[in-house]
């Protein structure tokens, strides 16, 4: 995810950021529709890494992020930042159903190829062509990599996140896939 970073407190993060390890905590946050930010405990967020660092001379600075593992808030921390901390967990899934461990890559495989369908029809090309997603591994997770490509509403991603299963995650992708696969077949 691209970044311009222009208020104070975020210039500040990113020298920090820069200064250890490159990575910080973003939740999503609306506060149009959630009202005022607060540190809850068991808000969910991702590490996002800063993979590219670009300053400007005038102190703003474009920023490539990439999310890594989910965390969820523990405790709200007052370390005089003008910016929010918190202590974090790492938010994982549960495991697999008892018997269904093979069965998930065979799983993801069905949710690629349904998202390479409406990335096809979406675009409006013909079968192979406009369909310039990457390649994805059926042996590892694959719901965030698809969801990344989507452009939907952000609280519906910030629930997905939620989700501690990946079975639920790809079956909630694969309805917005099929959608658009369908909505192709009829126009």
Do not use: K
């Not at 079956?171 to 896939?177: I, N, T, Y």
């Amino acid at each position: 995810m691209p970044l311009h970073i222009f208020e104070n407190r975020y210039r500040r993060l990113m020298a920090r950021c820069i200064e250890f390890d490159g990575r910080f905590g973003a939740i999503y946050h609306d506060p149009d529709r959630h009202g005022p930010f607060l540190s809850e405990e068991g808000r969910v967020g991702t590490v996002a890494e800063i993979e590219v660092f670009h300053p400007l001379p005038d102190g703003r600075s474009l920023v490539l992020v990439r999310g890594r593992e989910r965390f969820s808030i523990r405790d709200a921390i007052d370390g005089g930042e003008p910016y929010y901390e918190a202590l974090v967990e790492e938010y994982e899934d549960g495991g697999p159903p008892r018997g269904e461990t093979g069965a998930l890559p065979a799983r993801r495989r069905r949710s690629i190829d349904l998202f390479h369908a409406a990335v096809r029809a979406v675009a409006g090309e013909g079968e192979g062509e406009g369909d310039e997603a990457p390649e994805l591994d059926p042996e590892r997770e694959t719901a965030f990599p698809l969801a990344s490509r989507l452009r939907i509403d952000a609280d519906w991603l910030q629930a997905l996140l939620e989700l501690r299963d990946e079975r639920a995650r790809l079956d909630r992708l694969d309805a917005v896939f099929q959608a658009a696969v369908d909505r192709r077949g009829r126009g």
